[in-house]
Protein backbone atom coordinates (compact mmCIF):
# COMPACT_ATOMS: atom_id res chain seq x y z
CA UNK A 1 0.00 0.00 0.00
CA UNK A 2 1.32 3.62 -0.37
CA UNK A 3 2.03 6.02 2.50
CA UNK A 4 2.85 9.20 2.35
CA UNK A 5 4.82 10.92 5.27
CA UNK A 6 5.04 14.61 6.32
CA UNK A 7 7.88 14.91 8.72
CA UNK A 8 7.32 18.37 10.12
CA UNK A 9 4.36 18.61 11.98
CA UNK A 10 4.48 22.32 12.18
CA UNK A 11 6.57 24.82 10.67
CA UNK A 12 7.27 29.21 10.70
CA UNK A 13 7.95 31.52 8.88
CA UNK A 14 8.44 35.28 8.49
CA UNK A 15 6.49 37.28 5.85
CA UNK A 16 7.86 37.95 2.54
CA UNK A 17 10.38 34.79 2.87
CA UNK A 18 10.69 31.54 1.58
CA UNK A 19 9.43 28.23 2.96
CA UNK A 20 9.89 24.68 2.32
CA UNK A 21 7.74 22.08 3.11
CA UNK A 22 8.69 18.05 2.79
CA UNK A 23 7.27 15.37 1.55
CA UNK A 24 7.89 11.64 0.94
CA UNK A 25 6.24 8.69 -0.58
CA UNK A 26 6.48 5.43 -0.67
CA UNK A 27 4.93 3.03 -3.56
CA UNK A 28 5.32 1.26 -6.10
CA UNK A 29 3.57 1.80 -9.31
CA UNK A 30 5.35 4.05 -11.91
CA UNK A 31 2.29 6.35 -13.19
CA UNK A 32 0.82 8.54 -10.35
CA UNK A 33 0.23 12.33 -9.48
CA UNK A 34 1.31 14.32 -6.45
CA UNK A 35 -0.35 17.18 -4.84
CA UNK A 36 -0.36 19.42 -1.82
CA UNK A 37 -3.41 20.79 -0.55
CA UNK A 38 -4.07 23.66 1.79
CA UNK A 39 -6.77 23.85 4.47
CA UNK A 40 -7.27 27.07 6.24
CA UNK A 41 -9.02 27.26 9.09
CA UNK A 42 -12.17 27.40 7.15
CA UNK A 43 -11.33 23.10 6.53
CA UNK A 44 -12.15 23.81 2.58
CA UNK A 45 -9.75 21.81 1.23
CA UNK A 46 -7.54 23.59 -1.62
CA UNK A 47 -5.85 21.98 -4.30
CA UNK A 48 -2.55 24.07 -4.48
CA UNK A 49 -0.70 22.46 -7.23
CA UNK A 50 -0.33 18.91 -8.80
CA UNK A 51 2.51 17.21 -10.27
CA UNK A 52 2.60 14.38 -12.84
CA UNK A 53 5.26 11.62 -12.44
CA UNK A 54 6.09 10.99 -16.00
CA UNK A 55 6.98 14.86 -16.48
CA UNK A 56 10.30 15.70 -15.53
CA UNK A 57 9.73 19.27 -15.03
CA UNK A 58 8.82 20.73 -11.73
CA UNK A 59 5.49 22.30 -11.28
CA UNK A 60 4.93 26.15 -10.92
CA UNK A 61 1.83 27.96 -9.33
CA UNK A 62 2.77 31.58 -9.38
CA UNK A 63 4.40 31.52 -5.41
CA UNK A 64 4.16 27.57 -5.28
CA UNK A 65 7.03 25.03 -6.69
CA UNK A 66 7.73 22.02 -6.03
CA UNK A 67 10.88 19.46 -6.32
CA UNK A 68 9.98 16.46 -7.31
CA UNK A 69 13.03 13.57 -6.61
CA UNK A 70 11.15 10.61 -8.34
CA UNK A 71 14.14 8.49 -7.79
CA UNK A 72 14.29 9.42 -4.29
CA UNK A 73 10.41 9.41 -3.80
CA UNK A 74 10.62 13.15 -2.58
CA UNK A 75 7.96 15.59 -3.27
CA UNK A 76 8.79 19.24 -1.14
CA UNK A 77 6.48 22.19 -1.23
CA UNK A 78 8.50 25.71 -1.89
CA UNK A 79 6.16 29.12 -0.92
CA UNK A 80 8.05 32.30 -2.18
CA UNK A 81 7.49 35.64 -0.90
CA UNK A 82 5.40 34.16 2.01
CA UNK A 83 1.95 36.09 3.02
CA UNK A 84 -0.38 36.20 6.04
CA UNK A 85 -3.00 34.31 4.02
CA UNK A 86 -0.32 31.36 3.34
CA UNK A 87 -1.19 30.08 6.98
CA UNK A 88 -2.52 26.85 6.65
CA UNK A 89 -2.35 23.18 7.34
CA UNK A 90 -0.86 21.55 4.10
CA UNK A 91 -1.19 18.54 3.10
CA UNK A 92 0.50 15.90 0.48
CA UNK A 93 -1.31 13.61 -1.24
CA UNK A 94 -0.27 10.92 -3.66
CA UNK A 95 -2.92 9.53 -6.26
CA UNK A 96 -2.20 6.32 -8.05
CA UNK A 97 -4.23 3.45 -10.22
CA UNK A 98 -7.71 3.97 -9.53
CA UNK A 99 -7.36 7.79 -8.12
CA UNK A 100 -7.75 7.01 -4.09
CA UNK A 101 -5.82 9.81 -2.57
CA UNK A 102 -3.64 8.85 0.25
CA UNK A 103 -3.26 11.96 2.55
CA UNK A 104 0.25 12.67 4.59
CA UNK A 105 -0.61 14.12 8.61
CA UNK A 106 -0.29 17.56 7.13
CA UNK A 107 1.97 20.45 8.12
CA UNK A 108 0.95 23.44 10.00
CA UNK A 109 2.43 26.82 8.77
CA UNK A 110 2.77 29.11 10.40
CA UNK A 111 3.16 32.96 8.85
CA UNK A 112 4.64 36.13 11.45
CA UNK A 113 4.14 39.63 10.75
CA UNK B 1 -21.76 25.74 -10.84
CA UNK B 2 -22.15 24.21 -7.14
CA UNK B 3 -19.28 22.08 -7.41
CA UNK B 4 -19.83 18.91 -4.44
CA UNK B 5 -22.13 19.95 -2.01
CA UNK B 6 -22.32 18.19 1.10
CA UNK B 7 -25.40 18.18 3.78
CA UNK B 8 -25.56 18.74 6.87
CA UNK B 9 -22.45 20.75 7.50
CA UNK B 10 -22.53 20.13 11.52
CA UNK B 11 -24.59 17.83 12.73
CA UNK B 12 -24.29 16.31 16.99
CA UNK B 13 -25.83 12.33 17.27
CA UNK B 14 -26.07 10.34 20.70
CA UNK B 15 -24.31 6.85 20.21
CA UNK B 16 -26.61 4.47 18.83
CA UNK B 17 -28.40 6.83 16.50
CA UNK B 18 -28.08 6.57 12.51
CA UNK B 19 -28.01 9.13 9.92
CA UNK B 20 -26.60 10.10 6.36
CA UNK B 21 -24.44 12.61 4.97
CA UNK B 22 -25.55 13.96 1.60
CA UNK B 23 -23.32 14.47 -1.09
CA UNK B 24 -23.95 15.86 -4.57
CA UNK B 25 -21.88 17.00 -7.32
CA UNK B 26 -22.76 19.00 -10.52
CA UNK B 27 -19.07 17.92 -12.54
CA UNK B 28 -20.20 15.04 -14.00
CA UNK B 29 -17.28 13.08 -12.13
CA UNK B 30 -17.46 9.12 -12.44
CA UNK B 31 -15.45 8.86 -9.35
CA UNK B 32 -16.54 10.12 -6.07
CA UNK B 33 -15.22 9.37 -2.15
CA UNK B 34 -15.82 9.91 1.74
CA UNK B 35 -12.77 10.62 3.94
CA UNK B 36 -12.60 10.99 7.35
CA UNK B 37 -10.76 14.09 9.62
CA UNK B 38 -9.65 13.20 13.03
CA UNK B 39 -8.42 16.43 15.16
CA UNK B 40 -4.44 17.04 14.01
CA UNK B 41 -4.77 14.34 11.27
CA UNK B 42 -5.19 13.83 7.46
CA UNK B 43 -8.07 12.62 5.55
CA UNK B 44 -8.54 8.68 5.60
CA UNK B 45 -10.82 6.99 2.95
CA UNK B 46 -13.96 5.13 4.27
CA UNK B 47 -15.15 4.23 0.85
CA UNK B 48 -14.91 5.06 -2.98
CA UNK B 49 -17.14 4.57 -6.30
CA UNK B 50 -15.90 4.69 -9.45
CA UNK B 51 -19.34 4.73 -10.91
CA UNK B 52 -23.20 4.52 -10.57
CA UNK B 53 -23.54 0.72 -9.17
CA UNK B 54 -20.01 0.46 -8.24
CA UNK B 55 -19.09 1.04 -4.73
CA UNK B 56 -15.55 -0.06 -2.65
CA UNK B 57 -14.20 0.01 0.49
CA UNK B 58 -11.15 1.93 1.68
CA UNK B 59 -8.93 2.41 4.37
CA UNK B 60 -11.14 2.92 7.05
CA UNK B 61 -14.95 1.57 6.24
CA UNK B 62 -16.41 -0.16 9.70
CA UNK B 63 -19.58 1.31 10.99
CA UNK B 64 -20.29 2.86 7.53
CA UNK B 65 -22.44 2.27 4.52
CA UNK B 66 -22.50 3.78 1.04
CA UNK B 67 -24.52 3.72 -2.03
CA UNK B 68 -24.46 5.44 -5.55
CA UNK B 69 -27.96 4.99 -8.14
CA UNK B 70 -26.81 8.14 -9.77
CA UNK B 71 -24.05 9.64 -10.94
CA UNK B 72 -24.47 12.38 -9.03
CA UNK B 73 -25.61 11.56 -5.48
CA UNK B 74 -23.14 9.56 -3.21
CA UNK B 75 -24.33 9.61 0.44
CA UNK B 76 -22.80 7.87 3.23
CA UNK B 77 -24.83 6.24 5.88
CA UNK B 78 -23.80 5.24 9.76
CA UNK B 79 -25.48 3.17 11.77
CA UNK B 80 -24.57 2.70 15.38
CA UNK B 81 -23.51 5.70 15.78
CA UNK B 82 -20.47 5.55 18.08
CA UNK B 83 -17.61 8.58 19.97
CA UNK B 84 -15.27 7.08 17.16
CA UNK B 85 -16.90 8.21 14.76
CA UNK B 86 -16.58 11.92 16.12
CA UNK B 87 -14.29 13.51 12.76
CA UNK B 88 -15.11 16.10 9.98
CA UNK B 89 -16.65 14.03 6.93
CA UNK B 90 -15.33 14.92 3.36
CA UNK B 91 -16.72 14.22 0.17
CA UNK B 92 -15.14 14.66 -2.96
CA UNK B 93 -15.46 13.66 -7.10
CA UNK B 94 -13.13 13.48 -9.78
CA UNK B 95 -12.58 12.18 -13.40
CA UNK B 96 -10.53 9.09 -14.00
CA UNK B 97 -7.20 9.48 -15.02
CA UNK B 98 -6.60 13.25 -13.67
CA UNK B 99 -5.95 12.76 -10.68
CA UNK B 100 -7.19 15.74 -8.29
CA UNK B 101 -10.47 15.75 -6.80
CA UNK B 102 -12.85 18.20 -5.79
CA UNK B 103 -13.94 18.51 -2.02
CA UNK B 104 -16.89 19.75 -0.51
CA UNK B 105 -16.91 21.67 2.62
CA UNK B 106 -17.04 18.95 4.84
CA UNK B 107 -19.72 18.25 7.57
CA UNK B 108 -18.33 18.52 11.31
CA UNK B 109 -20.36 14.99 13.21
CA UNK B 110 -19.80 14.85 16.76
CA UNK B 111 -21.22 11.61 19.03
CA UNK B 112 -22.24 12.05 22.52
Not at chain 2, 49 to 78: C, Q
Request: aromatic share 12%.
Amino acid sequence: AQTVTQSQPEMSVQEAETVTLSCTYDTSESDYYLFWYKQPPSRQMILVIRQEAYKQQNATENRFSVNFQKAAKSFSLKISDSQLGDAAMYFCAYSGYGNKLVFGAGTILRVKS
Amino acid sequence: NAGVTQTPKFRILKIGQSMTLQCTQDMNHNYMYWYRQDPGMGLKLIYYSVGAGITDKGEVPNGYNVSRSTTEDFPLRLELAAPSQTSVYFCASSYPGQGAPFFGQGTRLTVV
